[in-house]
Structure formats: C-alpha cells, structure tokens
C-alpha cells in the first residue's frame, strides 16, 4: 500500500485508471465511423480520464498547500473541476445520441 499525504481512499481511483486507459487504446486502435456518437464516446472517456487524474493529484497537492505556488493550485484545480463538468456534459450529449434524442419529434 502506498503512503499518501492525505487521508483520503484512492483505491477507485487507481484501479480506474488502467481500466480507462485500456478503453482509450481499443478505441484509437480500430477503425471507427466518423460519427457524432463515436466521438461523444472519445470525449467521454478523455475527459474522464483527464478528471480521475487531477482528482488525484489535486487532492495531495490540496494536502501541503504550502509547497507549491498558488497558480498551481489554481491550476490544478480548475483542471479537476473543467474535466467534472465537461464529463457531465459529455455522458449527457453521449446519452442523447445513442437514444437519437435530436431526431425525436413530440408532438403536442
């Protein structure tokens, strides 16, 4: 077990990280149609990936504040907090595609 400045539980965080990496490589290693789902799908997994990781480090840097210079707290920090809400959007648009959502017409 590795010795963490924080106390909090990484566990999830790092066993999800290979798992998404693994994804991220099937995906770029085959051919895909150039469709809006397929690069929803990309967008999710990036900025996921992108969010699990800053989460992580943000956290320990979060830990000994002191050290490191407010820009890069800063920065860190709204690297987490861009990758949590592009995420969201991005399963949201994702999701909206597979359902075909944009070519739903409700009539009233």
């Keep these: 077990m590795m010795h963490w400045l924080s106390g909090y539980n ?13 994804l991220i490589a099937f995906y770029f290693s085959r051919k895909n149609l150039p469709v809006r789902q397929t690069f929803s799908f990309a967008i999710v997994m990036i900025s996921n990936l992108v969010m699990t ?3 992580i480090v943000s ?18 920090n709204m690297v987490y907090f861009a990758g949590f ?5 991005s399963l949201f ?3 909206a595609e597979i359902c075909r959502a944009d070519r739903v017409r409700i009539m009233v």
């Design 59 to 76: 956290c320990e840097m979060n830990e000994v504040w002191m050290q490191y210079p407010l820009w890069g707290m800063y920065l860190v």
């Design 93 to 95: 648009d994702f999701t």
């Design 85 to 89: 809400l592009i995420r969201g959007w």
């Design 53 to 55: 990781i800053a989460d």
């Design 10 to 22: 990484y566990d999830f965080g790092l066993a999800s990280i290979p798992i998404q990496l693994v």
